[in-house]
Nanobody, 118 residues
Framework: VQLVESGGGLVQPGGSLRLSCAASGSSRPFYYMAWYRQAPGKQREFVAN???????NYADFAEGRFTISTNEARMTADLEMTNLQPGDSAVYYCNGAQKTPLTTLQYWGQGTQVTVSS
C-alpha cells in the first residue's frame, strides 16, 4: 500500500493550502486516515484524522483553521488549511490504518513540505 501526498509549497502568513493524499495498492478500507506534521527539531505531531463513518478529530492548533475530508471509495484524504502561520511550517505526512482479522496495519506517506513565510 502506498500513500502519496501532494499540494505542499510556500505560502504567505494568512494564506491557505490544500494538501491531498491518495492511497493505492489495496482495496481494503482504511479504518482511519490522518495527517501529521513534523517541524525541524521537533517530534511528529498529530494534526487531524477522520474515522471510517465520518467522525473527525483535530489537534487544538488545527481546530477552526484546518479541515480534513476523506473519500472512502476513492481512498483519499485532503487537508484544507487556512490562516496559515509560520509555526505551521513543517513536513506534513499522510497516515492511514487498515484492520485485518489479526492486526492493524499502518501506512505513511513520504511527506510534503509546507513553508509559511513572507
Amino acid at each position: 500500500v502506498q500513500l502519496v501526498e501532494s499540494g505542499g509549497g510556500l505560502v504567505q502568513p494568512g494564506g491557505s493550502l490544500r494538501l491531498s493524499c491518495a492511497a493505492s495498492g489495496s482495496s481494503r478500507p482504511f479504518y482511519y486516515m490522518a495527517w501529521y506534521r513534523q517541524a525541524p527539531g521537533k517530534q511528529r505531531e498529530f494534526v487531524a484524522n477522520q474515522l471510517l463513518g465520518g467522525r473527525v478529530n483535530y489537534a487544538d492548533f488545527a481546530e477552526g483553521r484546518f479541515t480534513i475530508s476523506t473519500n472512502e471509495a476513492r481512498m483519499t484524504a485532503d487537508l484544507e488549511m487556512t490562516n496559515l502561520q509560520p509555526g505551521d511550517s513543517a513536513v506534513y505526512y499522510c497516515n492511514g490504518a487498515q484492520k485485518t482479522p489479526l492486526t492493524t496495519l499502518q501506512y505513511w506517506g513520504q511527506g510534503t513540505q509546507v513553508t509559511v513565510s513572507s
